[in-house]
């Protein structure tokens, strides 16, 4: 498992970089702002968990653990979203796209 999950994370890493690569391209302000957003809004919301779960425990897990599984509960949420919008709205174009997209 740990080797799966290194090879995993190297392959998100990678598309990271590529992905900030190619948006720095395009606007570079719009780029830097997006990455200084995405930032603030972690530092937020880990500071509003450990105000508001500050003793949470999921099972056998202390509360430091219990809020790391919180904040990628979330932030796993917030990207199957806006994955669904996408794909959503790929079918906007036609079937074709749509269907080619999902």
Known sequence: LAHSNAVAAGLMLSAIFCLVLES?????IFSVL????GIVLMYISEEILK???????????N????????MVMGAMTIHAFGEGMAMGLSFSGGAVLGT???
Do not use: C, M, Y
Request: glycine residues 6%.
């Open 34 to 37: 997006g990455i200084l957003w």
């Open 63 to 70: 509360s430091f653990q219990s809020r790391q599984i919180i």
């Open 100 to 102: 080619f997209i999902t």
């Open 24 to 28: 720095l391209e395009e606007n570079v």
């Open 51 to 61: 105000k508001r779960f500050q003793h949470l425990h999921l099972g056998a897990l």
